[in-house]
């Protein structure tokens, strides 16, 4: 599949684009209407009128930023229109809703005149907290923010400009630190007079950059005093009085390269002139001036960075703006000032100087990060940033006069910041960078299936897992090649396999005493079965695990796996669990696929196994044994049935964290937790297990359906090697997902089990699990 399919796909998909408004308060009843809108909203409506501050209070306002672009310079595609840019704007807001919790209008301006672009948003100042300028060209950009600062009474900032020029300077300043050099005396060159190229020297002679020391080029040569051709006022400010005249002759001796201009900008031989210790970033997008291959080949004592991500030191906005509004929003700032700027420089680079959490590190497969010549700039992932860059820029701008709702107590504030990051995204994301680190191969039986071979395409691009396709060659191949799929995929066609007949014996052998003989294991796996084929490749030891049933009923994929796979012998049985994927965290929900009246001992089972599976995704387990009652209020046969299996997990794993019986909103509900002071359970529980099937099946499929998780699952539990089942409306993300479980699981697999399992009864040898 092409990049450029699989981007119009991603935008397309479902609601179209990639934005959406969401009411943050009920509407469900007459009365919620009555509050909503008329007569209720009077009332904000007028004390609004009364005191113009309580619009932060009653309205939206406070966390709402505009991003505003006319489309003359959008990313590296040029003048594309503003039309054209709103896709761009709508992935800004993304980013800052994903970064740093902050709500987005996107605004495209039919205009290339900036008198439009400043009026249209200076009408539009009581809708916003603040406003973010976005792929505007220079130089109208310049006075279009100047103008937009000098009369409006909240943060302006376009991001273009000065997000570059903070990054670039967080990483210059631990560069210099590095090589022993001060900022006061390094020479330094600038080459790219856009918005960037000015912001980042303005920002350098902040910061103590000597101006004579400062020069800067564009595609005309060397900015120099009496210039006249391609000048600007802006420009203008920045020409020094110098003989150069190109970017040559102002690089020999330089000690600093900063680079927004083009591709190949730079060449060896420059790099070659420059002083000792030499500090290159090279920011063009998507190619940079000079890559860090050819910088090396001509001197080791380079220190490089660039705007790209498969290159150490990437200089990315995204360390800056989404935390740089937080900060600014949340004193209610009426500007974004130069100290606030400097404030987020020095925050971005303190943070790369500490040690680098192993969450960061896993984030790219496990590379260790440590303060030095390619780690001079935190990671665009690194979750500390939000809460250092956001109270960093709050500081400054209470101790710079223009925070007009101070932070009284900054410690709570950070801790409140950290409840902004949602922990389901970011846990399953921790799932994906776990597999990354050491993909495993996992078969699809279904190879043929279309979202089957999407997602096999995203595994295989981002690193995750090693994707073996079963089906007819040619029918696989041709779905490929409608899909614009160049990659070279592993398939695997049983009827012209050389595994297949080693397979069909094997299988023999597991099931002659079952019914079957040669010749129908031969066809079973030639023609009858993919699932068979399936679970054979994991058996055998080609394959690490099994991901099906996109196209078959969930029995049909089940049953091959018992046959073939089996269970882990120590088990009564196997069992099932979904991992329900809410905005503000993650539940594990068992058994809701399998055991339909499990005994004590199977639901004691179906516990020790969903924590041991929680505690392989990194998540510390805490249990809650589901019922109709609580502690005891109701002595009924099944309540009684629950309590004996939790005396059984305590007895097999007393370090476990579970109590119940208890019933579902108790388990979930601090508040109501907290009245029974002699529970077990630190807090809310994050794996329920259910008493029966009909309990736990109902359930995630109601919440999946109605509150609006997205179920993964379900995760098979108690197997000798990881086999887990699709369903048939999962899309290519929950797939992808899916796999990245299976290779965790491969990863962790072991022969013995981590409590003591006792077998109580057989198992059956295909149990009738749930649709």
Known sequence: MTKKIDALEYHAAGRKGKIEVISSKPCLTSLDLSLAYTPGVAEPCLAIE?????????????????????????????????????????????????????????????????????????????TFGGINLEDIKAPECFYIEEELKRTMNIPVFHDDQHGTAIICSAALINALHLVGKQIEKVRIVVNGAGAAG????????????????????????????????????????????????????????????????????????????????????????????????????????????????????????????????????????????????????????????????DSVS??????????????????????????????????????????????????????????????????????????????????????????????????VEEGIAKPILIGNRAKVQEKMAELGMELNLTIVDPEDSELTEA??????????????????????????????????????????????????????????????????????????????????????????????????EELAETALLAAEKVQLLDIVPRIAMLSFANFGSVNHALTQKVKRAVEIVKE????????????????????LLANYTFSTLTGPANILIFPDLNSGNISYKLLHRLGGAEAIGPLLMGMKKPVHVLQRGDDVATIVNMAAIAVVDAQSMQEELRWDFSRTAPALDAPSPAP
């Open 50 to 126: 009364r005191s113009p501050s309580d619009a932060y209070l009653y309205t939206a306002k406070g966390n709402l930023v505009a991003v505003v672009s006319n489309g003359t310079a959008v990313l590296g595609l040029g003048n594309i229109g503003a039309l054209a840019g709103k896709p761009v704007m709508e992935g800004k807001g993304v980013l800052f809703k994903r970064f740093a919790d902050v709500d987005v209008f996107d605004l495209e301006v039919k205009s290339e005149d900036p008198d439009d672009v400043i009026k249209v948003v200076q009408l539009l100042e009581p």
């Open 198 to 357: 000015v912001a980042c020297a303005n920002l350098v002679l902040s910061l103590g950059a000597k101006p004579e020391n400062l020069c800067m080029c564009d595609t005309k040569g060397v900015i120099y005093k009496g210039r006249t051709e391609g000048m600007n006022p802006y420009k203008e400010r920045l020409a020094i009085d110098t003989g150069w005249r190109t970017l040559e002759e102002a690089m020999r001796g330089a000690d600093v390269f900063i680079g927004v201009s083009a591709k190949g900008a730079v060449t060896p031989q420059m790099v070659r002139e420059m002083a000792k210790d030499p500090i290159i970033m090279a920011m063009a997008n998507p190619d940079p001036e000079i890559t860090p291959e050819e910088a090396l080949s001509v001197r080791s004592d380079v220190i490089m960075a660039t705007g790209r991500s498969d290159y150490p030191n990437q200089v990315n906005n995204v360390l800056g703006f989404p935390f740089i509004f937080r900060g600014a929003l949340d004193v209610r700032a009426s500007t974004i000032n130069e100290e606030m700027k400097k404030a987020a420089v020095f925050a971005l680079a303190q943070l790369a100087q500490e040690e680098c959490p």
């Open 362 to 459: 896993r984030a790219y497969g496990n590379q260790s990060f440590s303060f030095g010549r390619n780690y001079i700039i935190p990671k665009p992932f690194d979750p500390r940033a939000l809460l250092r860059v956001a109270p960093a820029v709050a500081k400054a701008a209470m101790d710079s006069g223009v925070a007009r709702v101070p932070i009284e107590d900054m410690d709570r504030y950070v801790e409140w910041l950290e409840t902004l990051q949602g922990r389901a995204k970011e846990t399953m994301r921790a799932i994906i960078n776990k597999a990354k680190c050491d993909p495993k191969k996992i078969v699809f039986p279904e190879g043929d299936n279309e979202k089957i071979l999407k997602a096999a395409y995203h595994l």
């Open 503 to 600: 397979y069909a014996q094997e299988l023999y052998r597991m099931r002659q005493r079952k019914g079957i003989t040669l010749t129908e294991a031969q066809r079973i796996v030639r023609r009858k079965s993919r699932n068979h084929f399936g679970a054979m490749m994991v058996h055998m030891g080609d394959a690490d695990a099994l991901l099906g049933g996109i196209d078959t009923h969930y029995p049909d994929t089940i049953r091959p796996a018992l046959e073939v796979i089996g269970r882990q012998p120590q088990l009564t049985g196997v069992h099932g669990m979904y991992m329900m994927v809410f905005k503000k965290g993650i539940y594990f929900m068992a058994d809701t696929t399998v055991e339909i009246e499990p005994t004590a």
């Open 652 to 671: 097999r794993a007393p370090e476990l964290e579970i109590d119940g019986e208890m019933q579902a909103d108790t388990a979930v509900t601090p508040e």
